[in-house]
């Protein structure tokens, strides 16, 4: 296996392989249909990396104006990618899709059986309680009070409670691509007693973790037999063929979950993405879940807005303070993008987005959203929540980040802790499974229903006008964390 082998970015005229001009192809190309003039402004960035916050705004804002137009920017986006990634094998190059198709050899497998006893109601983790019954009714109640989680999200977690049935999974199996994912469902979905086939990268420390939640769930495991997993990007046809035999008879949900940092993330993301496509069309019943990032760009409704703008309305002698710092460019008020769709109604664009993030986290997450919108308008069941921010690894070890994360609260948005974020969206994804509610009208408002944001959408001022006062004020707590 030559070094070269598997998923990777094309090379340019220089024989160089280009993740910021790909990227700024990928979202020039999603968007032409639709906006030609937008598509030749993303064209002609002179600096991706700086340029993208603005062009991403700009591209959801024009996407979202028809239900129609946001469905073809997404099957045009992943269109663009799949023509632009590479897969490298024995010195020859083909689409990553053209390699899966090919196929590859089906690794053995091996199932591990849980020994704990199942769950029979939900128990979500939070600041060191366990929190479950009327306790974890009154916590969902003051989130949606508090604005850090959306109406819809307290209706849905409020139906797992009444419905603690739903929780027994035994019936269902889930193929998690990046299992031993931080935000992933593995723990949750084997103490409910699924069917987990996992798929992550050959890292014993990684399947230590992953064997041992297995095995103290009430689930079963299906692995590879004889390797510690397999690598998305290097062997993506042996993944595709081991989750194709995977645990026949059994209704199957597939969740894109692999992470890692930078122009990566893109290859691991379409690498999945191009698996997830293949299952949805050749496996009937196959439904696609997912985890939408709160630092991204997203079309809410008028009523977030008048939420915001109420919070701004409310800051008294404060706001008066702050005005001399908006010419700065700082406290500036949120949702300075509107739009009006072709139904008359109104959005606002919640600009989340974080610089420090980069175009390629960026890029992933949105792949992600647009085979959620492709998948549901072909008529597949999706579950794509809007997780709320987390210090996760990948967050923290940004120290700006860890910062901003510390102060937060400062300005209305709480930050969740891992283990409570887990539990949380495994609990949505339960209940999209068993509520099998039905697709909205315009696909952007899946990104809308049970989003648990933390605040980011319903606060005063535009998140990155305050992130970096809110770094100042979490430093001290955020050092405090590191020591």
Not at 154 to 181: C, K, M, N, Q
Request: glycine residues 10%.
């Amino acid at each position: 296996m030559t070094t070269e082998q598997g998923v990777h970015f094309p090379r340019g005229a220089d024989g160089r392989r280009s993740t910021a001009g790909t990227g700024q192809g990928v979202w020039a190309d999603a968007i032409r249909g639709v906006d030609a003039a937008l598509a030749d402004r993303i064209e002609g960035a002179r600096d991706w990396r700086k340029d993208y916050v603005e062009a991403v705004v700009a591209h959801t804002a024009a996407a979202t104006r028809t239900d129609g137009g946001a469905v073809q920017v997404a099957r045009a986006g992943l269109v663009s990618l799949g023509r632009r990634l590479r897969f490298v094998q024995d010195d020859e190059s083909s689409s990553v899709a053209e390699a899966v198709a090919a196929g590859g050899s089906t690794p053995a497998s091996q199932t591990v059986r849980g020994e704990g006893e199942r769950e029979r109601e939900l128990v979500l983790p939070y600041r060191g309680d366990q929190l479950r019954g009327d306790a974890l009714r009154r916590q969902v109640d003051a989130w949606v009070a508090r604005g850090a989680v959306e109406p819809s999200c307290g209706v849905a977690l409020h139906r797992v409670l009444d419905e603690p049935g739903w929780l027994d999974l035994s019936d269902r199996a889930f193929a998690l691509l990046g299992a031993g994912a931080e935000m992933g469902p593995l723990g949750a979905l084997s103490r409910w007693g699924a069917h987990v086939v996992a798929v992550d990268v050959p890292r014993p420390q990684v399947w230590e973790r992953i064997m041992r939640t297995a095995r103290s769930g009430a689930g079963s495991l299906t692995v590879p037999d004889g390797e510690p997993g397999l690598d998305l990007l290097a062997r993506t046809p042996e993944v595709a063929a081991f989750l194709r035999a995977a645990a026949p008879g059994i209704p199957m949900t597939i969740g894109s979950y692999a992470y890692a940092d930078g122009a990566r993330h893109v290859q691991l993301v379409h690498a999945a993405d191009t698996i997830v496509d293949l299952l949805l069309r050749e496996r009937p019943g196959t439904t696609y879940a997912e985890l939408a990032t709160p630092t991204d760009a997203f079309a809410v409704p008028a009523e977030v807005i008048a939420e915001s703008r109420r919070r701004w309305g409310s800051r008294g002698l404060l706001g008066a303070l702050q005005a001399p710092a908006r010419a700065a460019g700082l406290y500036a008020a949120a949702y300075s993008t509107q739009v009006e769709r072709a139904d008359g109604s109104t959005v606002g664009i919640a600009d989340v987005l974080v610089p420090q993030q980069g175009p390629n986290y960026t890029l992933a997450k949105r792949v992600q959203r647009w085979r959620a919108q492709v998948a549901q308008a072909d008529g597949h069941q999706v579950s794509a929540n809007v997780a709320p921010a987390t210090t996760t690894r990948s967050v923290t070890k940004n120290r700006l980040l860890a910062a901003a994360y510390a102060g937060a609260g400062r300005f209305g948005v709480e930050i969740f802790a891992p283990a409570t974020s887990r539990v949380l969206m495994a609990a949505l994804l339960v209940h999209d499974l068993r509520a099998r509610a039905t697709a909205p009208q315009h696909p952007d408002d899946l990104f809308v229903t049970a989003a648990a944001h933390g605040g980011l959408w319903r606060v005063a001022y535009s998140p990155r006008s305050v992130l970096g006062l809110a770094a100042v004020a979490g430093l001290p707590r955020a050092l405090l964390r590191r020591s």
